[in-house]
């Protein structure tokens, strides 16, 4: 295959803010060429209007349910599992420099 101009390769390295040596740009050629190969073979592909396309092997929906209000613990539970209390709150150390 013969590939990209190396003029071309250049040029999309400057877009991308990339340096390439010489061997980089004659690889990158042959490179950037199969991937404008392969979209010409999806371009070429014939879909008819009709045609439902297949986005995924599996059917795609949201199961959403009803949030539903249900009891939690006590505070007094909560503070008892607690090391060092401060009247409803919970007091750790200082993590901050000052």
Not at 53 to 72: F, K, R, S
């Amino acid at each position: 295959m013969q590939g990209l101009s190396i003029e071309e390769v250049i040029h999309v390295a400057d877009l991308a803010n990339l340096t390439l040596t010489e061997e980089e740009k004659k690889k990158f050629a042959c490179q950037l060429q199969d991937i404008l190969s392969d979209i010409d073979k999806i371009v070429a592909i014939d879909i008819k209007e009709e045609q439902e396309i297949l986005i995924a092997p599996t059917e795609n929906y949201d199961i959403y349910h009803n949030d539903e209000v249900e009891g939690g613990l006590e505070m007094k539970d909560i503070l008892k599992n607690a090391n060092k209390t401060s009247g409803d709150y919970i007091t750790v150390p200082k993590v901050l420099d000052e």
